[in-house]
């Protein structure tokens, strides 16, 4: 069983930063493609950006590549989501999630096994 705890969203001015950590637990010496997810309201859960379980690659929707940036901790299940520039159409809740086996996808919600409560950002404009 792996528990994800997302931290750091918040309320924050358009044009303005906001760091996300993703927190999370599992079978000790497992790593984990992780990602992060958001959703709207009215709207289904879309990718935002994803890692892979060494943190040797990384991979973004379109809409917010040059303005997000994940990373891991080395050795950890820990990850954060570095977003800069934000916009108002940012503003959504933003799911941590991470994938039990290294499917070698990473766009689709279907691939992960795990997900946290999310935490919310909102962009004002």
């Known amino acids: 069983q792996v528990q994800l705890v997302e931290s750091g969203g918040g309320l924050v001015q358009a044009g303005g930063s906001l760091r996300l950590s993703c927190a999370g637990s599992g079978r000790p010496g497992s790593m984990y493609p992780m990602a992060w997810f958001r959703q709207a309201p009215g709207k289904e859960r879309e990718f935002v950006a994803a890692?892979?379980?060494?943190?040797?690659?990384?991979y973004y929707s379109d809409s917010v590549k040059g303005r997000f940036t994940i990373s891991r901790e080395n050795g950890k299940n820990t990850v954060t989501l570095q977003m800069n520039s934000l916009k108002p159409e940012d503003t959504a809740v933003y799911y941590c999630a991470a994938q039990l086996f290294n499917s070698g996808s990473y766009y689709r919600t279907e691939v992960y096994d795990y997900w946290g409560q999310g935490t919310q950002v909102t962009v004002s404009s």
């Open positions: 890692i892979s379980w060494n943190g040797g690659a990384t």
